[in-house]
Every structure is written in C-alpha cells, then in structure tokens.
C-alpha cells in the first residue's frame, strides 16, 4: 500500500511540473506577441508621421503660375 502511495504522489508531482513547464511555455509565447504587437504598432505610427510629413512637404513646395493651372486642367489638384 505504501508503494501505491508513493506513486500517486509522483504522479501528482509529475504532472504538476508538466503544468507548470505549459504555463510558462504559454506565457512566453504571449509575452512575445505582445511585444512583436507593440513593435508594429510603433512603425505603423513613425511611418504615419513620415508620411503627414511627406505631405505636408508636398503641400508647401513654391509652385508656378503654369503648374497650377495645368494641374486644374487635367483635375487632380
């Protein structure tokens, strides 16, 4: 009986080590979602900026009397 006994108590032993080896697993994989998340969600805001930036720049530039009126011509000012 005391046999018994102790194998039940290795068993539980066993497989709360498995457990805890999936949880830590799992939490490490989450962890790195997160961050890979936080990464994108950086470089989608800097390339927004950039391109706020691009615009305003193509917003500003000097233009001439000709261009303008070309651009109104054809219809894509």
Request: no cysteine; net charge neutral.
């Amino acid at each position: 009986m005391n046999s018994y006994s102790l194998l039940g108590v290795f068993a539980v032993i066993v497989g709360a080590l498995i457990s805890l080896v999936t949880y830590a697993n799992r939490a490490g994989r989450n962890a790195a979602r997160v961050k890979e998340s936080e990464t994108q969600a950086s470089l989608a805001q800097q390339t927004s900026i950039i391109m706020q930036h691009m615009a305003q720049v193509e917003a500003d530039k000097p233009v001439s009397l000709e261009a303008i009126t070309s651009r109104l011509e054809k219809g894509d000012a």
